[in-house]
Every structure is written in C-alpha cells, then in structure tokens.
C-alpha cells in the first residue's frame, strides 16, 4: 500500500479489523461506536458477479443478502452510514487537506480495502450505496462513496477525503463494491439476553426436580 499510509497511525480505536469467516482472514472492520461490522470490498467487487453492466452486477450482489445467501445478515449502507464510519475512524468528512485526513482515510482504506491503487500515489476505496443521485432530466444513477488518498506531488498538495457522488462511465467491475454492513448486539445487551436464558434454565429444572419428587 502506499508507504505514508504504513507509519504509525494515530487513529481512534473504535475501528479495527475482525474476522468474517476463518480466524486471521480479517474481512470485517469493526466500529464499537456504532456497533456495525463492515465487509471488505474486495469481498463485494463487482466483477465476482454476473451481469452484461454496473446496474445488473449490482443487482446480483444485493441478491446475496437474502436468506441463505453469501451476505445473509449484512444491510447495504447509506450514505448516512457511511458518514458514521468515517467519524468514527476520525475522518473529517468535510475536509480534502492531507495532513488532516491522510492518517485516518489511508487506515480505513487498508481497512475496507483500496479496490483502486496505483503504486506510490493512488488508494482509493469505491463502493455503491443504497440511494440514488439524480444526473438531471429524469436521470437517475446510484450513488457511491469514495474513501482516496493520493500523495503530495510535484504539481499538488495531496489529497485524503471522502467523497459521495455518482458513478462514473470509466468505471470498471473491478473498481467498485458495495458498502454493507451488519448490526452487532452490545455487549451488554449479549450478556443480559445470557443472564435471562440462564434463568429460565434455572427455573425449568427447578420445575423438574419439583416434579420429580412429587
């Protein structure tokens, strides 16, 4: 990845990496603010999915939501969500300077994963949300977020943002994802449904033994 992006990074501790499937494969990004787990674009990518264009690809991914499908559980984001995650992980989403934002965005797209990189300059992560953004006269396309870092140069300052806007006719299947994301119960909320289901068990043999000794 890009090398600024591998010093120490002092970003928040509310967003880290997971696993999804097998211990150490890493794909999810846990945000103990909101308590989501966001799936790795690479895992979303368009290109894994059929399709003769964006539209179709996407529509063949969100397919895998339902039950018994690849993201049975995951909820494609809104832009709304998205803006969550970066606040989280200490994004100023209304800054494009570098120095503000090259720490924070370059961490959460070695996070989410960059779905475009271009060696020493480039990492950007592009996914589609659930919403639509209107082009004018009628018409309407969907709406992606775009976590980029692209390193101070010669001819410029750098840049580290997020930007939400439509996607491009240059974009390609494997350039884009979709942005989902699951809802994790809280800690406390787990334990407390434990603590009941303890009770009832308690209870339940209690009943029994009372029974069995009548």
Same mark, same amino acid.
């Given at each position: 990845?890009?090398?600024?992006?591998?010093? /120490?990074? $002092?970003?928040?501790?509310?967003? !880290?990496?997971?696993?999804?499937?097998? &211990?150490?494969?890493?794909?999810? /990004?846990? $945000?103990?603010?909101? +308590?989501?787990?966001?799936?790795?674009?690479?895992? /979303?990518?368009?290109?894994?999915?059929?399709?003769?264009?964006? #539209? @179709?690809?996407?529509?063949?991914?969100?397919?895998?939501?339902?039950?018994?499908?690849?993201?049975?559980?995951?909820?494609?984001?809104?832009?709304?969500?998205?803006?969550?995650?970066?606040?989280?992980?200490?994004?100023?989403?209304? =800054?494009?300077?570098?120095? /503000?934002? +090259?720490?924070?965005?370059? +961490?959460?797209? $070695?996070?989410?994963?960059?779905?475009? %990189?271009?060696?020493?300059?480039? @990492? %950007?992560?592009?996914?589609?949300?659930?919403?639509?953004?209107?082009?004018?006269?009628?018409?309407?396309?969907?709406?992606?977020?775009? !976590?980029?870092?692209?390193? &101070?140069?010669?001819?410029?300052?750098?840049?580290? =943002?997020?930007? !939400?806007?439509?996607?491009?006719?240059?974009? #390609?299947?494997?350039?884009?994802?979709?942005?989902?994301?699951?809802?994790?119960?809280? &800690?406390?909320?787990?334990?407390?449904?434990?603590?009941?289901?303890?009770?009832?068990?308690?209870?339940?043999?209690?009943?029994?033994? +009372?029974?069995?000794?009548?």
């Amino acid at each position: 990845m890009l090398p600024m992006l591998l010093a /120490t990074c $002092d970003c928040p501790a509310a967003v !880290f990496e997971r696993d999804w499937k097998v &211990p150490g494969d890493g794909l999810l /990004t846990y $945000d103990d603010e909101s +308590h989501r787990e966001w799936l790795d674009l690479s895992e /979303t990518l368009l290109e894994q999915f059929s399709g003769s264009d964006l #539209e @179709q690809r996407y529509q063949n991914a969100i397919a895998e939501l339902a039950p018994g499908g690849r993201f049975e559980g995951f909820l494609v984001a809104r832009r709304s969500d998205v803006l969550a995650l970066a606040d989280s992980a200490g994004v100023d989403a209304l =800054s494009d300077d570098f120095d /503000t934002n +090259h720490f924070a965005v370059g +961490h959460l797209t $070695d996070l989410l994963g960059p779905t475009l %990189y271009v060696e020493n300059r480039l @990492q %950007y992560s592009l996914g589609y949300l659930d919403e639509r953004v209107s082009l004018g006269s009628g018409i309407m396309t969907r709406l992606i977020s775009v !976590f980029g870092v692209e390193l &101070p140069g010669p001819f410029n300052n750098g840049d580290a =943002s997020l930007r !939400f806007g439509p996607i491009g006719d240059s974009a #390609e299947p494997s350039t884009v994802g979709v942005m989902v994301y699951r809802v994790v119960p809280e &800690p406390s909320s787990f334990i407390a449904v434990i603590w009941m289901q303890w009770l009832v068990l308690c209870s339940a043999w209690r009943c029994l033994r +009372h029974l069995s000794n009548v």
